[in-house]
């Protein structure tokens, strides 16, 4: 079983910054890729960003620009800087795991059903 535990939510204004967190066990850091994902009331969960162990990465395109994902392996931490935030951005954000290989990373890391565990959330709210 992996436990994956988020930290870092909170309410913004719009056009700030939030740093969420991601800490989960040290091998998952060092062999899957990791995850973002939000999901606000009333609509599907969709993928936001991911990193894989090499520091691949990939990001919704209504993120570019705005949000970096960045892992710490030495501290078994996965982050999600979030910058110029909007209300649309609202939602409660979940990092999950997934053993995507480098080939299908850039095609199918936002399908939820590619990753298996998954933390409790962490609620951004942007006003």
């Known amino acids: 079983h992996v436990q994956l535990v988020e930290s870092g939510g909170g309410s913004v204004q719009a056009g700030g910054n939030l740093t969420l967190s991601c800490a989960g066990p040290?091998?998952?850091?060092?062999?899957?890729?990791v995850g973002w994902f939000r999901q606000a009331p009333g609509k599907q969960r969709e993928g936001v960003a991911v990193i894989d162990s090499r520091g691949r990465m990939a990001y919704a395109n209504s993120v570019k620009g705005r949000f970096t994902v960045s892992q710490d392996t030495g501290e078994n931490t996965v982050y999600l800087q979030m910058d110029s935030l909007k209300p649309e951005d609202s939602a409660r954000y979940y990092c999950a795991r997934g053993r995507l290989p480098p080939s299908r990373l850039a095609i199918d890391w936002d399908r939820v059903g590619e990753y298996d565990y998954w933390g409790q959330g962490t609620q951004v709210t942007v006003s």
């Open positions: 040290e091998y998952t850091f060092r062999s899957d890729c």
